[in-house]
């Protein structure tokens, strides 16, 4: 089950940066601008952060295996029809249908495969298991970048058809189709009104709360950064875009699996200690980060700038594990993955879909280097943000049915 999940993480990532690293060629094809490649992760993300919320509500009612199945087909059709953009002569429209079709399918992976994670491994390894499961987020991102060097439409096919086969894998996964405490549902528990009340009842966890407005800071660091990276060295560091590449595509492997394995584990020991220990993992890792991101921008390419990039993504990729682990801990079972998908909703709705745009209109304005201090401002922010929930956590986590390690290890919570 983790290795289809995982799989499927992978291509979710690949489809979504594949485009990162042919920006030459979709210029050459269709003589589209900055903010223009930017609108493309910005297309992706905006369908991708909208379906989030019904689709994490509907795995908590109905089959989740199947919502995560469906989900896969549809970003692989919408690739295709980014592949096929040059065929069909409509240029940048058809390449905007594509990656909003693309974002569509896939949102819905991240926020129930968390949940169902969460649900079926130990309380004690939550964090730790869903950092294997971005295992596949980290390698996704840096193959889409590689698959990207083959050039339009070749990197688009290399990515847009093996996650069919992986959905009929997560069709039949061998769990069952709702979370263990979740009793059959009566119609009233499925309807729109029961929806409403769900979300309303999630964001009323004051630790929730916080934990969105950090969510969708760092989002919108990490969605800048990423979209903007490889031509960030071009331009600046001397790189071919080759060079660019494969540098992200080597440092984000060996930092980004990292920083992904030591936050969830991190997160899961000091959790053991404190019911606020995973907050605390996050925003630490966050804070740790933000110097070698200035370092990055800053410094002339050689040594210290590929040292700083490096330990960069090591830090930036340490909250995915204990984010997702601290959410399951803040709900009951019939909301855990509408609580995910909020989550993952708002933080690429408000966070990650503008912040490839907005960085875009930025460069077009002022360079690509000045338009990068604003990511890299909202690395602080964010830290500050995961770092209020420690005073709150403790009270929000009383009394729910799926305590964390901390209970299961000495009643911390």
């Not at 689709?55 to 029809?81: E, H, K, Q």
């Amino acid at each position: 089950m983790l290795a289809v999940l995982a799989g499927l993480n992978f291509f979710n990532y690949a489809n979504r940066t594949v485009v990162l690293s042919m920006y030459d060629d979709l210029r050459a094809a269709f003589g589209l601008s900055d903010a223009e490649l930017g609108l493309l992760t910005t297309a992706f993300m905006l369908t991708n952060a909208l379906v989030a919320l019904p689709a994490g509500w509907a795995a908590d009612r109905f089959d989740r295996r199947r919502v995560i199945a469906l989900g896969a087909v549809v970003w692989s059709a919408g690739s295709i029809v980014v592949a096929l953009a040059d065929v069909a002569g409509v240029g940048l429209k058809t390449l905007i249908i594509g990656r909003l079709l693309a974002g569509l399918g896939s949102g819905a992976l991240v926020p129930v495969g968390n949940a169902l994670l969460c649900d079926v491994f130990p309380p004690e390894r939550k964090a730790r298991t869903v950092s294997i499961f971005n295992v596949g987020l980290v390698f996704g991102a840096v193959a889409g970048f590689g698959a990207g060097l083959a050039g339009y439409p070749t990197g688009i096919w290399a990515v847009a058809l093996p996650p069919v086969v992986l959905a009929l894998l997560a069709w039949n996964l061998g769990v069952s189709a709702r979370r263990r405490n979740v009793a059959e549902l009566t119609y009233e528990q499925t309807s729109w009104e029961r929806f409403a009340r769900d979300v309303l009842a999630t964001f009323r966890v004051r630790t929730f709360r916080r934990t969105v407005v950090g969510a969708i800071l760092i989002s919108f660091s990490v969605g800048g950064y990423s979209a903007w990276f490889v031509d960030f060295v071009v331009r600046y560091k001397g790189m071919a875009v080759e060079e660019g590449a494969i540098f992200f595509g080597v440092a984000g492997t060996v930092a980004g699996l990292g920083g992904v394995l030591a936050g969830g584990a991190v997160g899961d020991r000091l959790m053991l200690r404190a019911p606020y220990g995973r907050v605390v993992a996050i925003s630490l890792g966050l804070l740790l980060g933000l110097p070698f991101a200035t370092i990055s921008l800053f410094v002339d390419g050689g040594p210290v700038f590929l040292a700083g990039s490096t330990l960069m993504l090591l830090f930036l990729n340490s909250y995915h594990g204990p984010m997702a682990a601290v959410v399951d801990d803040l709900v009951p079972d019939e909301r855990a993955a509408t609580a995910q998908a909020s989550l993952v909703g708002l933080m690429h709705l408000v966070g990650t879909a503008p912040s490839a745009f907005v960085v875009g209109l930025l460069a077009d304005e002022f360079g690509l280097r000045e338009a990068l201090i604003l990511p890299t401002v909202t690395i602080a922010l964010a830290a500050v943000a995961f770092a209020r929930g420690c005073g709150s956590i403790a009270a929000d986590t009383q009394g729910v049915d799926a305590p964390s390690a901390g209970g299961a290890a000495g009643g911390a919570l």
